[in-house]
């Protein structure tokens, strides 16, 4: 490939679809790789539909070669939120895709430190999305695993490419578990459940739809992801938009089975932790293929969601109050939710992305059969 390599900003919803078309044409038929829904990346990268550029900018980059063909592209964020909140002048890269060529690959990279600069902006770090709801780190291990919808997919070159560029330095890895659902529930969590609920009246709480959307616990849900994850890497808190459209993107349309709060019956049956899951939609993405739900994609997703036509489950979110963690509010989580995961047929469950310093969730995992599979590094860069 002649290295002769051109970086096009992009203005123009068609400039759009484009930059979201390269990752499908990069990755076909690739058999780890999990297209991403559509219109769920439009819905991101669209400033009129994502309530995160309430605090975020952003400009998307496509590299062309000498014969105008796309092989790469990039986006340039700035949360000034969440620089305000840790005190940084940081530029986020994200949507980082790129053929195996370094003349491309570095003038990606350069392209969003020159525009994080021109916004005054000291450091270069990802990959991260707009916040930290969205996909974040580049993956380093687990090449030969199945991804998810939820994690970002990348050859091994990526990492080559990267920690070549100068100065780039490992800022933050996740660690993500595969883990086998047990015919019985652990004794540990089974008995821990136990004892909470009589030592210090904590119950387990299924949802019903209306309290989850007009009476409020969505957003209380919410709430305590503000409280939980307040002091992890660079989060900042959701604004009431972002609550809103995460209650109706994923709780309003969520098997309520698979949803698992516990409340303190003795501060009124306080929402003090819950957690999220869905059925996994990775192998009826990949027969889709191009992230299209129509005209028989939805079809595919709709057998996932309505009939667990699958044999994994993701454990999208828990949040436990500070106050409530040595509690064991967690045991009472898992103890319903491997019940109800027997009750569907689960055997798999994917534990989403957890940062390698926090062994407290981590050390969960020692209960059961686990693997930790997959890993994803975040770095960063001064320009």
């Not at 895709?97 to 990802?126: H, I, P, T, Y």
């Amino acid at each position: 490939m002649n290295d002769e390599i051109r970086i096009i900003p992009i203005t123009t919803k068609k400039g759009l679809k484009t930059f979201i078309q390269f990752h499908y044409d990069l990755y076909r038929d690739h058999k780890f790789a999990i297209p991403f829904l559509r219109f769920d990346e439009m819905n991101t990268l669209d400033p009129k539909k994502n309530p995160a550029f309430e605090f975020c900018e952003a400009q998307y980059f496509l590299a062309v070669d000498s014969e105008a063909r796309i092989v790469g592209r990039i986006a340039g964020i700035i949360n000034h939120r969440a620089n305000e909140e840790w005190n940084k002048k940081q530029v986020r890269f994200g949507w980082f895709d790129f053929v195996d060529n370094v003349a491309v690959s570095c003038a990606l990279l350069r392209a969003v430190e020159n525009w994080g600069k021109s916004k005054g902006m000291n450091e270069c770090v990802g990959p991260l999305g707009f916040t930290d709801m969205d996909r974040e780190g580049l993956l380093i291990e687990g090449f030969d695993r199945k991804s998810t919808m939820y994690i970002n997919y990348n050859y091994p070159y990526y990492k080559t490419h990267l920690e070549s560029y100068p100065l780039y330095e490992k800022d933050n890895d996740w660690l993500e578990y595969r883990i086998r659902i047990p015919e019985v529930t652990p004794a540990k969590f089974a008995k821990t459940a136990q004892m909470i609920e009589s030592r210090y009246n904590l119950h387990v709480h299924k949802f019903t739809r209306r309290e989850l959307t007009s009476g409020g616990m969505g957003r209380k849900v919410f709430e305590i992801v503000n409280e939980t994850y307040k002091n992890l890497y660079d989060f900042q808190q959701l604004t009431e938009k972002q609550i809103d459209e995460y209650v109706n993107t994923y709780i309003k349309k969520a098997d309520l089975n698979l949803v698992t709060g516990v409340v303190d019956g003795n501060a009124g049956n306080k929402l003090v932790a819950f957690g999220v899951s869905f059925p996994s939609f990775t192998d009826a993405l990949r027969e889709i293929g191009d992230g299209k739900l129509f005209p028989t994609g939805w079809l595919k997703v709709l057998k996932v969601l309505k009939w667990h036509k699958t044999d994994t489950v993701d454990l999208l979110l828990i949040g436990v109050l500070p106050e409530y963690r040595k509690k064991g509010a967690n045991a009472l989580i898992f103890a319903d939710l491997i019940k109800q995961y027997r009750r569907y047929g689960f055997k798999w469950a994917e534990a989403m992305p957890q940062m390698e310093t926090n062994t407290g969730v981590q050390s969960q995992w020692q209960y059961l059969e686990s693997e930790q599979h997959r890993r994803h590094r975040c770095y960063k860069k001064k320009i």
